[in-house]
């Protein structure tokens, strides 16, 4: 049976009901596609917010806690670390290289958009066992995935972990982790606020890479998507590194009201999010949005995944000093829209409306979920374990040879040495 146009996009009936209850109508295609991509786990967080609320959040140190781009906690001294943790495990399950490189970007991005400048990167990594030549594959290629990013963009990575079990074999955990360092009067939002501002995206230009990974990145992953690479979006540290620097330079400036990563739902993630943080709307036109692919259509230009792209708030009429400083460093700079006072999203294609959605519908209102769970076998197993009960090995020597034998205990040498741990510090 074919599936319903609100499946492909990986809603469900009541999630579409839902979409019908919000707009009094049937949502086009390029609506559909940006409620799908925002209501997808990877967005929305719908089946993990209630577990994720039992994490402490607040304290007398924490500047910023959910609901930015990154966390803030303050260091003393009017210091303050910057730091946020992110997972990229399908992309990396299918093409593992390109996938843990742009979960580092990504991640290195939300940092910078904070104001921050980024000093440190960690990975938490989990694989099938090594017998498995697939999972040696991917645990090989995600390494140097983090390190060729990490490496090339001159951040250090100081800090990892990494534990191999069969129940991750074909679909493995990778979590990237920026920290970054900021003064506090130079904290930013990511806001979109101010009546008549310009709406500018900078840095690469957007292609079809990335199409539809944010929905890709929460469905359940089978043998159709080993063979998806639509969604593998590319990275470019050696850009990153140029956007990067351009941001720090703009921030100076004082013209920006808000900056945002375009990083999971591209386009509309960034809008959405930015207009709905700031309690205004957004009208963008997507014809000027600079590509590098030609017959690209609405759609596809709302929901790339194309990476080292921002999307900035300027103070209206200083929008060629944004463009003197991105052309400084060799990027492209363009407005695309305006902030407005409706709350409502609207992309227009050469001025034509295509899409007109309330921002903060995509933003904050997906559903959440409280889905039921058990306690696992091997808990149990390990909670009702006896001690007293073990037989004590007749050969010690040869347990410690067992036990250094095992990935999990022994060297993980050849993985942290392909990481540059004191590029950046100068010496």
Same mark, same amino acid.
């Given at each position: 049976?074919?599936?319903?146009?609100?499946?492909?996009?990986?809603?469900?009936?009541?999630? $579409?009901?839902?979409?019908?209850?919000?707009?009094?109508?049937?949502?086009?295609?390029?609506?559909?596609?940006?409620?799908?991509?925002?209501?997808?786990?990877?967005?929305? $967080?719908?089946?993990?917010? *209630?577990?994720?609320?039992?994490?402490?959040?607040?304290?007398?140190?924490?500047?910023?806690?959910?609901?930015?781009?990154?966390?803030?906690?303050?260091?003393?001294?009017?210091?303050?670390?910057?730091?946020?943790?992110? %997972?990229?495990?399908? &992309?990396?399950?299918?093409?593992?290289?390109?996938?843990?490189?742009?979960?580092?970007?990504?991640?290195?991005?939300?940092?910078?958009?904070?104001?921050?400048?980024?000093?440190?990167? +960690?990975?938490?990594?989990?694989?099938?066992?090594?017998?498995?030549?697939?999972?040696?594959?991917?645990?090989?290629?995600?390494?140097?995935?983090?390190?060729?990013?990490?490496?090339?963009?001159?951040?250090?990575?100081?800090?990892?972990?990494? $534990?191999?079990?069969?129940? =991750?074999?074909?679909? *493995?955990?990778?979590?990237?982790?920026?920290?970054?360092?900021?003064?506090?009067? !130079?904290?930013?939002?990511?806001?979109?606020?101010?009546?008549?501002?310009?709406?500018?995206?900078?840095?690469?230009?957007?292609?079809?890479?990335?199409?539809?990974?944010?929905?890709?990145?929460?469905?359940?992953?089978?043998?159709? %998507?080993?063979?998806?690479?639509?969604?593998?979006?590319?990275?470019?540290?050696?850009?990153?590194?140029?956007?990067?620097?351009?941001?720090?330079?703009?921030?100076?400036?004082?013209?920006?009201?808000?900056?945002?990563?375009?990083?999971?739902?591209?386009?509309?993630?960034?809008? %959405?999010?930015?207009?709905?943080?700031?309690?205004?709307?957004? !009208?963008?036109?997507?014809?000027?949005? &600079?590509?590098?692919?030609?017959?690209?259509?609405?759609?596809?230009?709302?929901?790339?995944?194309?990476?080292?792209?921002?999307?900035?708030?300027?103070?209206?009429?200083?929008?060629?000093?944004?463009?003197?400083?991105?052309?400084?460093?060799?990027?492209?700079?363009?407005?695309?829209?305006?902030?407005?006072?409706?709350?409502?999203?609207?992309?227009?294609? /050469?001025?034509?409306?295509?899409?007109?959605?309330?921002?903060?519908?995509?933003?904050?209102?997906?559903?959440? =979920?409280?889905?039921?769970?058990?306690?696992?076998? $091997?808990?149990?197993?390990?909670?009702? +374990?006896?001690?007293?009960?073990?037989?004590? *090995?007749? !050969?010690?020597?040869?347990?410690?040879?067992?036990?250094?034998?095992?990935? /999990?205990?022994?060297?993980?040498?050849?993985?942290?040495?392909?990481? !540059?741990?004191?590029?950046?510090?100068?010496?």
């Amino acid at each position: 049976m074919e599936k319903k146009p609100y499946e492909k996009v990986g809603l469900t009936s009541e999630e $579409y009901q839902r979409i019908l209850d919000i707009l009094g109508r049937e949502p086009n295609e390029l609506e559909l596609n940006m409620y799908g991509v925002m209501w997808s786990e990877h967005c929305s $967080y719908k089946n993990s917010k *209630p577990v994720l609320k039992m994490f402490p959040t607040s304290g007398e140190r924490v500047l910023q806690g959910p609901g930015e781009n990154a966390g803030i906690v303050d260091i003393g001294d009017g210091l303050a670390v910057v730091m946020k943790i992110e %997972s990229h495990n399908h &992309p990396s399950a299918v093409e593992p290289y390109q996938g843990a490189a742009t979960g580092v970007g990504g991640i290195v991005r939300d940092i910078f958009t904070m104001g921050a400048r980024p000093v440190a990167l +960690l990975d938490s990594l989990r694989f099938g066992e090594l017998d498995n030549e697939r999972t040696k594959y991917l645990f090989e290629k995600v390494i140097e995935g983090i390190a060729g990013y990490g490496n090339s963009i001159g951040i250090p990575t100081v800090g990892g972990e990494v $534990y191999f079990n069969d129940c =991750y074999r074909g679909n *493995p955990l990778v979590n990237a982790m920026c920290v970054g360092l900021i003064r506090h009067d !130079d904290i930013k939002r990511g806001t979109a606020a101010g009546v008549g501002n310009a709406v500018m995206i900078v840095g690469a230009f957007t292609g079809r890479d990335g199409i539809g990974g944010a929905s890709f990145a929460s469905a359940e992953l089978n043998e159709e %998507s080993e063979e998806n690479r639509s969604p593998m979006q590319v990275g470019d540290p050696f850009m990153e590194k140029l956007l990067l620097e351009a941001c720090l330079e703009l921030f100076k400036t004082g013209y920006v009201v808000g900056m945002q990563d375009l990083g999971a739902a591209g386009l509309t993630s960034a809008s %959405s999010e930015t207009a709905s943080r700031g309690g205004s709307g957004m !009208d963008i036109d997507v014809a000027l949005v &600079p590509r590098r692919e030609t017959g690209m259509i609405p759609v596809e230009v709302m929901i790339s995944e194309s990476q080292e792209r921002m999307l900035v708030i300027v103070e209206k009429g200083k929008e060629q000093e944004v463009r003197d400083i991105f052309e400084k460093w060799g990027l492209h700079s363009a407005v695309i829209g305006r902030v407005t006072d409706d709350g409502m999203l609207t992309i227009r294609e /050469n001025g034509e409306v295509v899409g007109r959605v309330p921002a903060k519908s995509l933003s904050e209102d997906a559903p959440v =979920y409280h889905r039921e769970y058990r306690e696992p076998a $091997y808990y149990k197993q390990l909670k009702d +374990l006896d001690m007293e009960s073990l037989e004590m *090995p007749g !050969d010690y020597n040869d347990v410690l040879v067992k036990l250094l034998k095992s990935p /999990n205990i022994a060297s993980k040498k050849w993985a942290y040495r392909q990481f !540059d741990n004191m590029v950046g510090t100068c010496t």
